[in-house]
C-alpha cells in the first residue's frame, strides 16, 4: 500500500477528536522546553491508532497475555517488528489511514503555534510501545536529545508524543531536562551507546529532571528537538503504547542525514523536503 500522493486526495477532517494548544501551553514551551496537554486525543482516535499499530507491526495482543505459548508468540511478535526493514518508524508510508492521522492540519496547527513558526511539515512517527517488564522486552531509552537524529539544518522541530494508554509512573514514560531546548546540540548519544551524564556533566547542573507524573490515554507531551530526556522500562504487566510525530517549519531544509522516515526517497541536501511523504499541513 502506498500513502497518498497529495495530502488532499483522501483528507478526512479528525479536529472534533483532538484539542487545542493555548497561549499557556506556549509559554510552558519556551520555558521548559516541554509541555503535557491532557485529553489532547480522544480515547477512541488513542484506541484507532493502536489497532493500525497492532496490523501493520503484526502485534496480535494489546496486552501481555497469560499464556507461556501466547507469550512466546507475543515476544517473537515484538522481535519481528522491530525487525522490519523501517523497524518501529514510518508507518505512515503504508497505512493511509496513518497517513491523514498524522497529517491532521490539528496537530499541524498545534505544532505552528508550539514553534512560533508560519507553516508546518510532517517530518516522522514512531511506535513508542514499551512491553512489560515480565517480557524480558522492556529496554530503557538514555539520556538524549532528537535533533542531532532529524535530517534537517535547523532545529524548528517539535515532538508529539502521545500517551495511547494511560501510563503509570512504572510503565516507563518520559522525564525532560527542564529547559535543556536552550543548550547546544549534544550529538546522536543514544544511538552511540554514548553516557550523556558523563560527557556533559555541567547540563546535569544545569537543568533539573521533570517529575514523572501519571499521563491518561490522550495525553500529549511535546517537546522541542534539542530538549534532553529519557525513560525507564516498564515495571508493569501491561503494555505501555505510545507513539510520536514530528512536525517541522517547512523552511528546514533537508541535510542527508541518515533515517528511517527520509532514507530512500531521493531528497537532495540543502534543499527543502519536497516530496509527497512530507506535506505541508499547516496552514
Ligand atoms: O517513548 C519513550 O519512552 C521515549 C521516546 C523518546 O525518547 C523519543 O521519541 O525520542
Given at each position: 500500500?502506498?500513502?497518498?500522493?497529495?495530502?488532499?486526495?483522501?483528507?478526512?477532517?479528525?479536529?472534533?477528536?483532538?484539542?487545542?494548544?493555548?497561549?499557556?501551553?506556549?509559554?510552558?514551551?519556551?520555558?521548559?522546553?516541554?509541555?503535557?496537554?491532557?485529553?489532547?486525543?480522544?480515547?477512541?482516535?488513542?484506541?484507532?491508532?493502536?489497532?493500525?499499530?497492532?496490523?501493520?507491526?503484526?502485534?496480535?495482543?494489546?496486552?501481555?497475555?497469560?499464556?507461556?505459548?501466547?507469550?512466546?508468540?507475543?515476544?517473537?511478535?515484538?522481535?519481528?517488528?522491530?525487525?522490519?526493514?523501517?523497524?518501529?518508524?514510518?508507518?505512515?508510508?503504508?497505512?493511509?489511514?496513518?497517513?491523514?492521522?498524522?497529517?491532521?492540519r490539528k496537530?499541524?496547527?498545534?505544532?505552528?503555534?508550539?514553534?512560533?513558526?508560519?507553516?508546518?511539515k510532517i517530518?516522522?512517527?514512531?511506535?513508542?510501545?514499551?512491553?512489560?517488564?515480565?517480557?524480558?522486552?522492556?529496554?530503557?531509552?538514555?539520556?538524549?536529545?532528537?535533533?542531532?537524529?532529524?535530517?534537517?539544518?535547523?532545529?524548528?522541530?517539535?515532538?508529539?508524543?502521545?500517551?495511547?494508554?494511560?501510563?503509570?509512573?512504572?510503565?516507563?514514560?518520559?522525564?525532560?531536562?527542564?529547559?535543556?531546548?536552550?543548550?547546544?546540540?549534544?550529538?546522536?548519544?543514544?544511538?552511540?551507546?554514548?553516557?550523556?551524564?558523563?560527557?556533559?556533566?555541567?547540563?546535569?547542573?544545569?537543568?533539573?529532571?521533570?517529575?514523572?507524573?501519571?499521563?491518561?490515554?490522550?495525553?500529549?507531551?511535546?517537546?522541542?528537538?534539542?530538549?534532553?530526556?529519557?525513560?525507564?522500562?516498564?515495571?508493569?504487566?501491561?503494555?505501555?503504547?505510545?507513539?510520536?510525530?514530528?512536525?517541522?517549519?517547512?523552511?528546514?531544509?533537508?541535510?542527508?542525514?541518515?533515517?528511517?522516515?527520509?532514507?530512500?526517497?531521493?531528497?537532495?541536501?540543502?534543499?527543502?523536503?519536497?516530496?509527497?511523504?512530507?506535506?505541508?499541513?499547516?496552514?
Amino acid at each position: 500500500m502506498n500513502a497518498p500522493a497529495k495530502l488532499d486526495d483522501a483528507y478526512e477532517d479528525l479536529s472534533p477528536l483532538i484539542g487545542d494548544v493555548t497561549d499557556d501551553h506556549v509559554e510552558a514551551f519556551w520555558r521548559d522546553g516541554v509541555v503535557h496537554i491532557p485529553g489532547f486525543v480522544k480515547p477512541e482516535l488513542c484506541e484507532e491508532v493502536i489497532k493500525h499499530f497492532m496490523a501493520w507491526s503484526g502485534m496480535r495482543w494489546k496486552e501481555w497475555p497469560s499464556d507461556p505459548a501466547e507469550q512466546k508468540a507475543f515476544v517473537a511478535a515484538v522481535e519481528g517488528a522491530f525487525n522490519k526493514p523501517k523497524r518501529t518508524f514510518g508507518i505512515r508510508q503504508e497505512d493511509p489511514w496513518m497517513f491523514n492521522y498524522v497529517a491532521q492540519r490539528k496537530f499541524g496547527e498545534a505544532a505552528a503555534r508550539l514553534l512560533k513558526v508560519p507553516s508546518v511539515k510532517i517530518l516522522s512517527e514512531t511506535l513508542h510501545v514499551k512491553q512489560p517488564a515480565s517480557s524480558g522486552l522492556s529496554k530503557p531509552l538514555v539520556w538524549h536529545q532528537d535533533f542531532p537524529s532529524l535530517p534537517i539544518d535547523r532545529a524548528e522541530a517539535v515532538q508529539f508524543w502521545c500517551a495511547l494508554v494511560d501510563v503509570t509512573p512504572d510503565m516507563g514514560p518520559m522525564t525532560h531536562l527542564k529547559g535543556s531546548h536552550r543548550s547546544m546540540p549534544g550529538g546522536m548519544v543514544a544511538e552511540l551507546g554514548e553516557d550523556a551524564r558523563e560527557l556533559y556533566p555541567e547540563l546535569f547542573k544545569e537543568y533539573k529532571p521533570t517529575k514523572i507524573v501519571p499521563l491518561s490515554q490522550g495525553t500529549a507531551v511535546f517537546h522541542h528537538g534539542l530538549t534532553w530526556h529519557c525513560s525507564g522500562i516498564n515495571k508493569t504487566d501491561r503494555v505501555r503504547w505510545a507513539m510520536s510525530s514530528y512536525r517541522i517549519s517547512t523552511r528546514c531544509r533537508y541535510t542527508g542525514q541518515a533515517n528511517y522516515n527520509t532514507d530512500g526517497l531521493g531528497l537532495t541536501p540543502r534543499e527543502f523536503l519536497d516530496h509527497p511523504n512530507f506535506p505541508t499541513v499547516y496552514p
